[in-house]
């Protein structure tokens, strides 16, 4: 029995290795529906390949500038050095319709985007223009049209809010210390400044001369970078045919980077949620909000205040104490969704211990921090990470389960 269970365990082992390394290989895509149209001048094959063209500079433009937020200061490098060359960024591509109206000829596309390419090709136009900040402060508004009070749904003594600030801090604060970054929540806010932040908020365009400036806050948080995040109330509505409700919310978020004299508004975060039960439909939509303005958070703070300098330093893992292969399979899956680990390989698997390798664009401290303070409710174990004296970095990481500590 013990032969049989150690070729299950290492079989495990092997088929999780191939099946995480198979998914490195697969780079990040978005799709997005987009159309195009040109001049029927020289027939219409060429009519249509310029408005196919034209289409997926539309969807370039409308993911650069709406999801990625990219600052139209960067518009004429932007132009020059993705939209030009438009189609090395295109996975793939299918013409949903087309039809001509007048001299016009015009096409409808489901566009691929590789969103990892044009991320590392915007993260070089915008690396002049990278800052530095340290100590962030989260602000979490009343939903808007809801009071100023922190607003609660009411059925039937259910409560649910919107977004879930403490949920928010606590899944931030874990993955930015990996980041170098310090994270706490404003918890009691004037009046005066609260009416600063909705109307940072509110302000249109059009109002630019109204709006608040970064240096305006300077001072009034102990913050190099304030993150303000306001939900809309949430709607419901029914859907007879189905007995089911749909309920759907969003979320606007604001940097105001005090140290650098910037204030940065990210795209509008949404979601949506369809549910036969009242209590678990809500618990849905705040857990999907919540990790979606994470993500948002994330992606951008790496993007503008973490300096990809090109590393790829190697870091072993040492690790023992796992019980069974699916526990590695968790951790190994929290490392590969941190956003400046690059990849996460098994190197070695001998009785009772296993090493494993992960390449990271930061310091290695920050890992090993992480690391130590790495807990989640869903698995049954904490880890202690210990340097040895070797080289590439090499740490020894004990697993040590909730029943161990009890002992």
């Not at 948080?221 to 995040?229: G, H, P, R, T």
């Not at 849905?284 to 919540?290: A, D, H, M």
């Not at 211990?353 to 990271?360: C, D, F, H, K, N």
């Amino acid at each position: 029995m013990k032969i049989v269970r150690v070729c299950l365990l290492a079989v495990g082992f092997f088929l999780f290795t191939l099946g995480s390394n198979f998914a490195f290989v697969q780079a990040a895509t978005v799709v997005k529906e987009t159309a195009g149209q040109a001049v029927l001048v020289g027939g219409s094959e060429k009519a249509r390949s310029e408005a196919v063209f034209d289409a997926i500079g539309e969807a370039l433009s409308r993911y650069i500038y709406d999801d990625m937020a990219a600052s139209h200061e960067f518009e004429q490098q932007i132009n020059e050095k993705i939209l030009k060359r438009r189609k090395r960024y295109v996975k793939s591509y299918g013409i949903q319709s087309e039809r001509t109206l007048g001299d016009l000829y015009q096409v409808e596309l489901r566009v691929e985007l590789q969103s990892d390419l044009l991320g590392q090709e915007l993260r070089k136009i915008e690396r002049r223009k990278r800052r530095q900040v340290e100590h962030l402060t989260l602000v979490v508004l009343p939903p808007i049209g809801l009071g100023e009070s922190h607003p609660q749904i009411d059925n039937g003594g259910i409560h649910a809010l919107a977004l879930e600030p403490t949920a928010l801090l606590q899944s931030l604060q874990q993955e930015l210390a990996v980041y170098g970054f310090s994270l706490e929540m404003a918890n009691t806010i004037s009046p005066d400044l609260m009416a600063m932040f909705i109307k940072l908020m509110e302000a249109s365009d059009a109002e630019s001369q109204q709006k608040p400036e970064a240096n305006w806050f300077q001072g009034l948080l102990y913050s190099d970078l304030i993150v303000v995040v306001r939900s809309a109330e949430i709607s419901e509505e029914r859907i007879v045919s189905l007995r089911k409700s749909f309920w759907r919310s969003q979320a606007e978020l604001v940097f105001i980077d005090t140290k650098n004299d910037m204030i940065t508004h990210l795209p509008t975060v949404t979601a949506k949620v369809i549910n036969s039960d009242y209590v678990v439909g809500l618990e849905q939509l705040t857990e999907n909000l919540t990790e979606q303005v994470q993500k948002t958070c994330l992606d951008r703070l790496l993007r503008d205040y973490i300096i990809p300098q090109e590393s790829d330093e190697l870091v072993v893992l040492q690790c023992e104490g796992f019980r069974q292969p699916a526990d590695l399979a968790a951790l190994k899956e929290r490392l590969q969704s941190l956003r400046t680990v690059k990849k996460v390989s098994l190197l070695a698997l001998a009785s009772g211990s296993l090493e494993l390798g992960v390449r990271i664009m930061t310091p290695a401290p920050l890992l090993v921090k992480w690391l130590n303070d790495f807990h989640s409710d869903d698995l049954p174990f904490t880890l202690k990470v210990y340097p040895l004296d070797e080289t590439p970095e090499h740490y020894l990481v004990r697993v040590i389960y909730e029943s161990t500590l009890d002992n």
